[in-house]
């Protein structure tokens, strides 16, 4: 199973960016999907964005134009660029990993492996 660990998140005004990674170690990298799922207080967790080990990249309706997901294969690392944040961003942001036949890449049950989480709060 794959570790991983997420960084990257902090406090941010409305309008800003943060750039989140998630390192990832145990596994041969490239052959995973990857994921970043969200969960604010209260709410269930959201899918963000996804990269799959072919490089097919989704994004959640609610981020378009607003994140990008990318991964470097060289540096076991998947990043999120979020841009224009809100204070509804606020939220823990978990990264996700599946090294096995690929299920979905939109949804949580489609990953085996999650991070401890990173905090990103948006003040307005």
């Given at each position: 199973?794959?570790?991983?660990?997420?960084?990257?998140?902090?406090?941010?005004?409305?309008?800003?960016?943060?750039?989140?990674?998630?390192?990832?170690?145990g596994?041969?990298?490239?052959?995973?999907?990857?994921?970043?799922?969200?969960?604010a207080?209260?709410?269930?967790?959201?899918f963000?964005?996804g990269?799959?080990?072919?490089g097919?990249?989704y994004?959640?309706d609610?981020?378009?134009?607003?994140?990008?997901?990318?991964?470097?294969?060289?540096?076991?690392?998947?990043?999120l660029?979020?841009?224009s944040?809100?204070?509804?961003?606020?939220?823990?942001?978990?990264?996700?990993?599946?090294?096995?036949?690929q299920?979905?890449?939109?949804?949580?049950?489609?990953?085996?492996s999650?991070?401890?989480?990173?905090?990103?709060?948006?003040?307005?």
């Amino acid at each position: 199973q794959v570790q991983l660990v997420e960084s990257g998140g902090g406090l941010v005004q409305a309008g800003g960016s943060l750039r989140l990674s998630c390192a990832a170690s145990g596994s041969t990298f490239s052959s995973n999907d990857m994921g970043w799922f969200r969960q604010a207080p209260g709410k269930e967790r959201e899918f963000v964005a996804g990269i799959s080990r072919t490089g097919s990249i989704y994004y959640a309706d609610s981020m378009k134009g607003r994140v990008t997901i990318s991964r470097d294969n060289a540096k076991n690392t998947v990043y999120l660029q979020m841009n224009s944040l809100k204070s509804e961003d606020t939220a823990v942001y978990y990264c996700a990993a599946e090294e096995g036949p690929q299920r979905t890449i939109v949804a949580g049950w489609g990953f085996g492996s999650w991070g401890q989480g990173t905090q990103v709060t948006v003040s307005s």
